[in-house]
Structure formats: structure tokens, C-alpha cells
């Protein structure tokens, strides 16, 4: 299993700031991922966060817009940048554990919700 | 990557059977069916997983018919704790650049 703390839990933050969430796993993992939840829907992958690479972002998502550090195997950072009310969301850090299924297994941490007004 | 289809929504009463059917029909060879609950205000979490016939564990059963176009899961005697949304996902999360994406979900409504 993997335990994954994110900070921050949530937040109120004003059009046109900049937002850095962290993601620390207890454990070293390869994959670490991004998704966004917006309010009543599914989970939407923003990218993969690579150790000592840059990010794979999916279609509809950029760097300029959510930059992601991934510095070692335990910690990464989005960062929302520039953000509007449509930024509204939870962002949940996620980690494939190691081991035990074949098919893999998603951990994820409880999220951050953002609200921007 | 294989597409899922669930129903939205579903309700049910507390002590039922439930079972959520979740399509695939374009799953890999290399793909596991893996299903995941989620609360409000939580990250999903795993509950059962299967590559063929039947999975079951202390919370769930899972069957996967011999093409694996479909996967079923199944919730017995269900409690208002299980009000939740179940995601049905395919692929596989180990290796490779495969990576797990997140259908619309099934949200489930126990009623009492």
C-alpha cells in the first residue's frame, strides 16, 4: 500500500494567483499522477509526473498552466497557475503501489479542493 | 485505451444485491478490469480486481465473462455505507505507458 499526504486540503484563492500543491508518498513509486475532479464529475488525468523529467501532459492540459515538479520517487508539486473560477476543482495526487496486482492499483491522497472566486 | 460505459446512477435498498455492469468492448489482451469506490470528500480507492471469470473478496465479487467485453460487479446485502461512486477501469497500471483513465462512474444511492 501507499499512504499519500497532500497539502493543501483545500483553499480559497483569488483570480489571477497561483496555487502550489504537494504530494508526499510514504514509499518510492515510479508513477505518479495528477487528476482533476471537477464538482459532480469523474476524474480527469492532468498528467504523469516523471522523476527527472518533465511531465506527460494529457490533451487539454499544458505546462504553462499546471506546471508539475517531480524532484524525487516520494514528493511532486502541481502548480494551477493564473487561476480562474473554472479552476474550481479537487486535484488529487495519485501513485501506482508496487507489487501484490498484476493489473496495478491507484492510491490517491484526499485531495486539495480549490475554490477560486 | 479501452473506453468504459456504466450506468450513471443506480439506487437500491439497504440488505439488496446490487450489481453494476460496466462495457468494454475494446479491452487488450494485457488489461485488467479494476474497480474503485469513492466518497464524497475522499480519493477513490480499490476494491476488487479480475482479468477473467470470477474474483471475490471480503467486499465485493467481480465477474468477467469469457470474451471480457463486460465486467459485473456485485455488492451483497448493501448498507447505506455503500452509498458511493463505483468506477470501473481497464487497463494496466504496473508497467509501461499504460494508464488508468476514469469513466463517468456509477453513483449509487442505498436507500432505507
Known amino acids: 500500500s501507499a499512504v499519500i499526504s497532500q497539502k493543501p486540503s483545500r483553499d480559497i484563492c483569488q483570480r489571477g494567483t497561483s496555487l502550489t500543491i504537494q504530494c508526499q508518498v510514504d514509499s518510492q513509486v515510479t508513477m505518479m499522477f495528477w487528476y482533476r475532479q471537477q464538482p459532480g464529475q469523474s476524474l480527469t488525468l492532468i498528467a504523469t509526473a516523471n522523476q527527472g523529467s518533465e511531465a506527460t501532459y494529457e490533451s487539454g492540459f499544458v505546462i504553462d498552466k499546471f506546471p508539475i515538479s517531480r524532484p524525487n520517487l516520494t514528493f511532486s508539486t502541481l502548480t494551477v497557475s493564473n487561476m480562474s473560477p473554472e479552476d474550481s476543482s479537487i486535484y488529487l495526487c495519485s501513485v501506482v503501489g508496487s507489487g501484490r496486482r498484476r493489473g496495478g492499483e491507484l492510491f490517491f491522497g484526499e485531495g486539495s479542493r480549490l475554490t477560486v472566486l | 485505451l479501452a473506453k468504459t460505459t456504466q450506468p450513471i446512477s443506480m439506487d437500491s435498498y439497504e440488505g439488496q444485491e446490487v450489481n453494476i455492469t460496466c462495457s468494454h468492448n475494446?479491452?487488450?489482451?494485457?488489461?485488467?478490469i479494476t474497480w474503485y469506490q469513492q466518497f464524497p470528500s475522499q480519493g477513490p480507492r480499490f476494491i476488487i480486481q479480475g482479468y477473467k471469470t470470477k474474483v471475490k473478496n471480503e467486499v465485493a465479487s467481480l465477474f468477467i465473462p469469457a470474451d471480457r467485453k463486460s465486467s459485473t460487479l456485485s455488492l451483497p446485502r448493501v448498507s447505506l455505507s455503500d452509498t458511493a461512486v463505483y468506477y470501473c477501469?481497464?487497463?494496466?497500471?504496473?508497467?509501461?505507458?499504460?494508464?488508468?483513465?476514469f469513466g463517468t462512474g456509477t453513483r449509487l444511492t442505498i436507500i432505507p
Open positions: 475494446n479491452i487488450a489482451t494485457n488489461d485488467y
Open positions: 477501469l481497464v487497463g494496466v497500471g504496473t508497467f509501461g505507458n499504460e494508464k488508468l483513465t
